[in-house]
């Protein structure tokens, strides 16, 4: 079973900063879109950034300039850079990674972590 594993997360004040990480193994035969997700209690999972396997980012409007997402392709890791948080962050972020390629790429979700910010 593969293992999606995100790292990073914790409770932090409003304006502070925290980067999140996932990691999973990969196939050379394959490659992968990676995005982060994030869901808060009572709300719908909601797609937070992208980065594609061109480079191409993309990022909810109202996220853009404050996250950063970015990769190690080396070392098959996703990056969330989280700055200037507000209270209205906190949610289990999840990490996704979908597979291109052969019949075993597969798309995997990471099993979540909390990222809590108070005022």
């Known amino acids: 079973q593969v293992q999606v594993v995100e790292s990073g997360g914790g409770s932090v004040q409003a304006g502070g900063s925290l980067r999140l990480s996932c990691a999973a193994p990969s196939d050379t035969s394959c490659r992968y879109d990676m995005s982060w997700y994030r869901q808060a209690p009572g709300k719908e999972r909601e797609f937070v950034a992208g980065i594609n396997i061109g480079g191409t980012t993309s990022y909810t409007d109202s996220l853009k300039g404050r996250f950063t997402i970015s990769q190690d392709n080396t070392k098959n890791t996703l990056f969330l850079q989280m700055n200037s948080l507000k209270p209205e962050d906190t949610a289990m972020y999840y990490c996704?990674?979908?597979?291109?390629?052969?019949?075993?790429?597969?798309?995997?979700w990471g099993q979540g972590i909390q990222v809590t910010v108070s005022s």
């Open positions: 996704k990674r979908v597979g291109y390629g052969p019949s075993w790429c597969r798309d995997y």
